[in-house]
Nanobody
Framework: QVQLVESGGGLVQAGGSLRLSCAAS????????IGWVRQAPGKERELAAA????????YYADFARGRFTISRDRAKATVYLQIESLRPEDTAVYFC?????????????????WGQGTQVTVSS
């Protein structure tokens, strides 16, 4: 199993940037794909980006490509999501989640373990 704790959310003006952190722990934390999933009010959860602990390959949703950067620090067991040029439509709760690395990790339904989420609010 893996435990995930997010941090780094907050209130940001449009055009600003933010870095979210996801600290992983547990006996097998390095055998997963870690994804950042967001959920805006009244909308379904959508996967923004994912990274495979083993090898570091990444995936970005179309809306995230170019402004979002996912990375990992293996020594700190932490995954980051850097978001640039924030827009009001980026306002959402951002969850860190883990999926088995036997899968592809591009669908929200693949993710079995979830953090508590961190709120990102972008003001116009």
């Amino acid at each position: 199993q893996v435990q995930l704790v997010e941090s780094g959310g907050g209130l940001v003006q449009a055009g600003g940037s933010l870095r979210l952190s996801c600290a992983a722990s547990g006996s097998t934390w390095n055998k997963y794909i870690i994804g950042w999933v967001r959920q805006a009010p009244g909308k379904e959860r959508e996967l923004a980006a994912a990274i495979r602990w083993s090898g570091g390959s990444t995936y970005y949703a179309d809306f995230a490509r170019g402004r979002f950067t996912i990375s990992r620090d293996r020594a700190k067991a932490t995954v980051y999501l850097q978001i640039e040029s924030l827009r009001p439509e980026d306002t959402a709760v951002y969850f860190c989640a883990a999926a088995s690395d036997k899968g592809v990790g591009v669908m929200v339904d693949e993710y079995d373990y979830w953090g508590q989420g961190t709120q990102v609010t972008v003001s116009s």
